[in-house]
């Protein structure tokens, strides 16, 4: 069956969240303004009407408060969906997340796990400055006892979400801000789940891999076809989980092109590009035959105005001559 | 057991070339020794007899462990141990300290160029200074596996080198071409007087005398033989010249005689055989793979006039000799039928110039016309 | 043990010698951690509950073994007062593997699923929005059950003790939310760090109903506890106990004591809730000294099989060193 439908990425996980809130009466949403206001970015706009004010349920400004009753109500038996607005209010929910959520399954031996699953915004690229912009999921993808995933397709917003949910653990999904309105094809009804655990080739190629996730992904790709009119044959990997990585599909690849290219949203000090670029260092260095390179943000809070926003964060140009410099070109 | 790197531990005797009683010659070829990197031969550096053989084909020995016992035929000399044995065929220090100089190497090339047998000094590195895949690579294809008997060079992988190292020589040199027709019926006569004394199988061929006389006319004109690498160029004091030898079925090798100027007729021409027999046999001594300081491509009879070729990075020159045929030729104001020979030099302009070529050309065409006394 | 939905104490004989007899276990058991704690059989930080015994003993009577708690840092005493095997307890606290959370936890991190006891948190007030959302989920399930959460003075300073009394009255959760306010957050006095000390008052901010308990005074504390439970049974939303109690020994055991009187301790201890309820019931003649001698014998044998459970239970193999951190799945291959 190829029969496929185009949906943005909002609808994507809209229509996720209301599959979800179909199949599993345990399946609620939680979180600022996703009842009547609709969302901050409008994925859950509508689903009130649909299923109410206690399936849909808005949350006072109380991130650490939401999150962690979240955490409470997956121990009491809910599959809970806690959606916080953007990463930088997630700093707020960080105790709850990372010595809760991540820690009550191994504190307590085995006999409580969290099936928890927490959506949020990231990234940059859309003017809202140094406090609604950083791309902070390595934070996360630090910390054992949590699955990080973050979908960059719009097929994976519309099947990551079911399999997160039927995770026992906390599950952090990332959605970058700039790809909501992303048009992007999506199998039939039914036909839409996906795993949780492998990374995507995007891209075949020979020559480079260029390993990325979540909204860079399209700069990442982009650049890569620009490189095939120099002949440069990149192959792009979308690591889809953050954590676990998926060491597998980047070592196959490393190995087949010998060269590496990072691109990665975050500050490059302690990034998950310095982690893939160590692993692929432990895992595959007789295989290289240049120097791991990064494309990673610079290090600076996101600025406001639009260039300096662009010149903050990787671009395709930045990702090609990263890729040119493997090549020693 | 001699050791030939510093990672080696152990060698296992292939074969032994010459037998207990033999005469040998500084430069012979004593043994054949498997190691982890492939086969070697060992060579050995003195005249003198072979006593005995302390080894059988088959047998590991230490590194250090003594093979053979060789009579010098001084009463000082004491036949065993290491340095009355044999060493390593490359000279391996002196070629290596110059190319090792800044060289950079990928973990990709080390591991292959490891897996291959190859020695990674010896391959020329990118316009970065860096040896990475492609290199090893170029460098096997136009080596061969290094000195395994039973070794074959991959004609695809060959061709894949020959285009590498040409594209990258078309690209980073800027060449220049000096031509002059030569008349080389001196030659010819002399060759043929020189051949009716000797037996058939000691016949010469007259690439010998024309490489020997190309070589020692280069040691006049020292900016057409070194090697030019991260923007220096090295002139060589002796002539390695790299020897075009097209291979059956495709694909061309350039492998190494080392100081040609220095050898007589008969020791070119042995070299010679030796050389094409081990390119077809895929059997080349490291020491061959890389050194060329520059190369010599003999068109050869029933061929072409004219070749326009092109250099072999690192080296700044190459040589390219048409077939030889009767031509009307003008000598002391009259026509008369002479033996031409078309030979031009590709030059790299960073390094020499024209004039150079120019040079080179008339020297050799004054020495061409008196091979008795080049 | 009288439990159930009864709003009144009934201090009959068999129950008053249970809630003397809980009081005396969790002493006694406190007492021989501190021993063990100076033989190094215990490690890291382990905090005594030693003079707030009448707060565990006396809330435990109003709950059923389906409610649910949430209990802070300085949770031996509610482990034992819920029930939780004391064997089971020391072996935690020994780090061994028969230990209630295998021995990951310490003393600061008891769990029991079978007693509904979620932890042992030890973030102060962390425990506080897993409350409100384990009552959210029995709320959404229709679960008559309530959740109760304990937690210091200490707690009320932070945001998410805001956050969580203010969710728990917004969205009528079934939470019973006990302070146990012994005067001091490790060594800072609650004069020292609230702009009002009555921290009932901070409750009353977001219309929950609370109460001042004397929570030297185990009858007091069951009898405000069950009144408490009832309410929130009814399905009418959170309610809160202020219980003051003290500790009689340090924050934890490397504490010299610098920020209290020896003189105010000694004070508190001529209240502390054994005294007093073995003197209150001897008085009335409820009780005798035969029967605190058979208590104090009964709650040694006890304490003694829990030393010997936790000497001779296995330590973890080093092989299984990060189980337990995910749930394992099928494909993982432990559950296939």
Redesign the interface.
């Known amino acids: 069956m190829t029969a496929t439908r185009t949906l943005t990425y909002r609808e994507a996980i809209r229509e996720a969240l209301r599959e979800a809130m179909q199949r599993d009466e345990?399946v609620?949403l939680m979180g600022e303004d996703v009842g009547r206001y609709g969302g901050a970015y409008a994925c859950s706009k509508g689903l009130i009407e649909e299923f109410g004010e206690?399936?849909i349920r808005d949350?006072?400004l109380?991130e650490?408060?939401?999150?962690?009753?979240?955490?409470?109500?997956?121990?009491?038996?809910?599959r809970?969906i806690v959606e916080i607005m953007t990463v930088n209010f997630s700093l707020?929910a960080l105790?709850?997340i990372v010595?809760?959520a991540a820690t009550?399954?191994?504190?307590?031996?085995?006999?409580?796990?969290v099936p928890l699953v927490i959506r949020m915004a990231t990234g940059a690229g859309r003017q809202l400055a140094a406090q609604h912009s950083h791309s902070l999921e390595c934070w996360f993808a630090h910390v054992?006892?949590l699955?990080v995933v973050a979908p960059a397709t719009v097929a994976d917003a519309r099947g990551m979400l079911w399999t997160a949910l039927q995770?026992?653990?906390p599950v952090i999904m990332f959605e970058h801000a700039t790809l909501y309105n992303d048009e992007g094809e999506v199998a039939a009804e039914g036909q839409v789940s996906c795993d949780l655990d492998n990374a995507a080739i995007r891209r075949t190629g020979k020559d480079v891999s260029l390993i990325t996730y979540s909204g860079s992904l399209k700069k990442t790709l982009d650049a890569a076809q620009q490189l095939s009119e120099e002949g440069v044959d990149c192959e792009v990997i979308d690591l889809r989980s953050l954590r676990p990585l998926d060491d597998a599909t980047i070592m196959s690849s490393v190995s087949k092109t010998?060269r590496a290219v990072i691109v990665d949203e975050g500050w490059r000090s302690g990034s998950l590009a310095g982690e893939i670029s160590a692993r692929i260092q432990e895992q595959a260095?007789?295989?290289?035959?240049?120097p791991v390179e990064r494309v990673c943000s610079v290090e600076v809070p996101i600025p406001y105005p639009s260039h300096l926003e662009m010149a903050a964060t990787p671009q395709a140009e930045g990702i090609m001559a990263a890729v040119r410099k493997t090549l020693?070109k | 057991m001699p050791s030939l790197g510093a990672d080696m531990d152990e060698g296992t005797l292939v074969e032994w070339l010459k037998q207990p009683g033999d005469r040998i010659h500084k430069g012979d070829i004593l043994a054949v020794v498997e190691t982890q990197k492939g086969a070697i031969e060992i060579e050995v550096f003195s005249d003198g007899v072979f006593r005995d053989c302390l080894a059988s084909p088959g047998d590991r020995v230490p590194v250090g462990e003594v093979i053979a016992i060789l009579d010098s035929g001084k009463a000082s000399a004491a036949p065993t141990g290491k340095a009355a044995l044999a060493v390593p065929v490359a000279d391996a220090k002196a070629l290596q300290e110059p190319l090792a100089r800044g060289r950079k190497v990928t973990p990709a090339a080390r591991r292959l160029a490891q897996e291959s047998g190859m020695d990674i000094s010896r391959v020329v590195p990118d316009g970065t200074g860096v040896v990475g895949l492609q290199q090893v690579r170029a460098h096997a294809a136009i080596t061969g596996p290094p000195a395994v008997p039973t070794g074959r060079i991959d004609l695809k992988e060959m061709r894949k080198a020959i285009a590498a190292a040409m594209a990258r020589s078309k690209r980073e040199i800027p060449h220049y071409y000096v031509s002059s027709d030569i008349d080389v019926t001196a030659l010819m006569d002399w060759l043929a007087e020189e051949n009716a004394a000797r037996s058939v199988a000691d016949r010469l061929l007259y690439a010998v005398p024309l490489f020997c006389i190309l070589a020692r006319t280069l040691l006049e004109t020292s900016e057409l033989n070194g090697q030019y690498e991260a923007g220096e160029f090295s002139p060589s004091q002796s002539v390695h010249a790299g020897i075009a030898i097209a291979m059956r079925g495709g694909g061309l090798i350039a492998p190494a005689i080392r100081d040609v100027a220095g050898k007589g007729l008969d020791e070119l021409r042995v070299s010679l055989t030796d050389l094409v027999g081990r390119v077809r046999s895929g059997r080349l001594r490291s020491s061959e793979l890389s050194g060329a300081t520059v190369t010599f491509s003999n068109l050869g009879e029933r061929t072409a006039d004219t070749l326009m070729p092109i250099i072999y990075p690192p080296q700044v020159a190459i040589i390219g000799c048409g077939q030889i045929a009767p031509r009307p030729w003008v000598k002391d104001g009259e026509v008369h039928i002479r033996q031409i020979m078309s030979i031009t030099v590709a030059g790299d302009h960073r390094v020499s110039d024209g004039r150079s070529a120019a040079r080179f050309l008339s020297r050799l065409e004054k020495r061409l016309a008196k091979p008795e006394v080049s | 043990m009288a439990t159930g939905t009864d709003t009144k104490v009934h201090l009959v004989r068999e129950h008053a010698l249970d809630l003397l007899k809980q009081m005396v276990l969790i002493r006694r058991f406190e007492e021989k951690s501190a021993e063990l704690y100076s033989a190094e059989k215990i490690r890291g930080f382990l905090h005594l509950y030693i003079g707030e015994e009448a707060n565990a003993v006396g809330v435990m009577q109003a709950l059923g073994p389906d409610d649910a708690i949430v209990a802070t840092y300085r949770e031996h005493g509610h482990a034992l007062a819920r029930g939780l095997p004391p064997g089971e307890i020391m072996a935690e606290m020994y780090g061994k593997a028969s230990g209630s959370s295998r021995g990951r936890g310490g003393s600061m991190h008891i769990f029991d699923a079978r007693h509904r006891f979620y932890g042992g948190n030890a973030i102060v007030g962390g425990g506080l929005p897993l409350a409100v959302g384990l009552a959210l989920a029995d709320k959404m399930q229709d679960n008559n059950r309530v959740t109760c959460c304990f937690f210091g003075e200490g707690a009320a300073a932070e945001g998410e003790f805001h956050e969580s009394l203010n969710l728990a009255a917004l969205w009528n959760l079934p939470v019973l939310f006990i302070c146990e306010n012994n005067g001091y957050a490790m060594g800072t006095a609650l004069e020292r760090s609230e702009s009002n000390p009555d921290i009932s008052r901070h409750a009353e901010a977001y219309s929950i109903a609370s109460e001042d308990v004397d929570g030297m005074n185990v009858v007091d504390v069951e009898a405000a506890a069950r009144r408490a439970v009832a309410a929130i049974r009814t399905g009418n939303g959170p309610r809160f106990l202020e219980n003051k109690t003290y500790r009689f020994r340090a924050h934890s055991m490397f504490d010299a004591e610098l920020y209290r009187d020896k003189a105010e301790v000694e004070q508190w201890k001529k209240i502390g809730p054994v005294v007093r309820f073995t003197d209150w019931l001897v008085e009335s003649g409820m009780i005798r000294q035969a029967d605190m001698d058979t208590i104090e014998q009964e709650v040694e044998q006890i304490i003694g099989d829990a030393v010997t459970f936790a000497e001779q239970a296995p330590w973890e193999p080093v092989e299984d060193l990060t189980r337990d951190v995910m749930t394992p799945t099928a494909q993982d291959g432990v559950l296939s």
């Open positions: 345990r609620f206690a399936r949350t006072p109380s650490s408060g939401f999150t962690g009753a979240g955490i409470g109500a997956a121990l009491g038996g809910m809970p707020l105790d709850q010595n809760t009550l399954r191994h504190m307590s031996g085995g006999q409580f796990s054992p006892g699955r995770d026992p653990d010998a260095f007789y295989s290289l035959d240049a020693r």
